[in-house]
Nanobody
Framework: QVQLVESGGGLVQAGGSLRLSCAAS????????IGWYRQAPGKQRELVAR???????TYADSVKGRFTVSRDIAKNTVYLQMNNLKPEDTAMYYC?????????WGQGTQVTVSS
C-alpha cells in the first residue's frame, strides 16, 4: 500500500511563501509522475503542477512563475515551493501519484492566504 503524506501548509499573508512537502512511502521514480492538486471550497479539484519521473515539469497558468516543484530522491519527497502567494491560492493542497489503474492521494494540507 502506497502512502503519500503532505505537510507544510499554513496561514500566510499575501506575497508570502510556503513550501509544501509530499513524502511517499516508496521510491518516487516508480511512479510515472507526481502531481500537486488543490481544491478550494465550492470548486473542483485542479492540477497545479506535475513532475514526471522523466521529462518536463508542467504548471497551471495561474501559478507559473510563482510555484516550483522539486524532488529529493533520497527522501522520496516532492516539494512545492510557493512564492508570491495570493488569496486565490487558498485551498487544500494534495499530492497525487497514479500507478496503473490506481490513483494514490495524500490527506491534503491546508493553505490559507490572507489579504
Amino acid at each position: 500500500q502506497v502512502q503519500l503524506v503532505e505537510s507544510g501548509g499554513g496561514l500566510v499573508q499575501a506575497g508570502g511563501s510556503l513550501r509544501l512537502s509530499c513524502a511517499a512511502s516508496r521510491n518516487i521514480f516508480l511512479f510515472n509522475a507526481i502531481g500537486w492538486y488543490r481544491q478550494a471550497p465550492g470548486k473542483q479539484r485542479e492540477l497545479v503542477a506535475r513532475i514526471p519521473s522523466f521529462g518536463t515539469t508542467t504548471y497551471a497558468d495561474s501559478v507559473k512563475g510563482r510555484f516550483t516543484v522539486s524532488r529529493d530522491i533520497a527522501k522520496n519527497t516532492v516539494y512545492l515551493q510557493m512564492n508570491n502567494l495570493k488569496p486565490e491560492d487558498t485551498a487544500m493542497y494534495y499530492c497525487n501519484a497514479p500507478q496503473g489503474a490506481v490513483n494514490y492521494w495524500g490527506q491534503g494540507t491546508q493553505v490559507t492566504v490572507s489579504s
